[in-house]
């Protein structure tokens, strides 16, 4: 399995906070840094792995995308309650 990930390398001081963000590949097990990190000091690490396969598209809608006219032609032959069609659907989604 291969993925990238982001590796978050977190030192504690007694007033400060300091946060290193480096990039880096996971395959079979492996964790390996796009950079070295120089610390004189064991550091705490956080990992987390990016999913690159649910890359999610956006579309912008346009007037188009709402039409009355088609509306009425897709749901010319539809018997019941249109809002009760509507909640049954949504609800399977969960």
Same mark, same amino acid.
């Given at each position: ?39 004189? #000091? +064991? ?5 987390? @792995?990016?999913?690159?396969? !649910?890359?999610? /598209?956006?579309?912008?809608?346009? $007037? *188009?995308?709402?039409?009355?006219? #088609? +509306? ?5 032959? @539809?018997?019941?309650?249109? !809002?009760?069609? /509507?909640?049954?659907?949504?609800? $399977? *989604?969960?």
């Amino acid at each position: 399995m291969f993925s990238v990930f982001s590796i978050f390398l977190v030192s504690f001081d007694v007033k400060l906070l300091t946060m290193i963000a480096v990039k880096g590949t996971y395959e079979n097990g492996i964790i390996t840094l796009e950079r070295k990190v120089r610390s004189k #000091r +064991s550091l705490k690490v956080i990992v987390t @792995f990016l999913d690159e396969e !649910s890359k999610q /598209v956006t579309q912008r809608l346009t $007037s *188009e995308d709402f039409s009355f006219r #088609r +509306s009425r032609e897709k749901s010319k032959g @539809f018997i019941g309650s249109l !809002s009760d069609a /509507v909640i049954e659907d949504r609800k $399977s *989604e969960l």
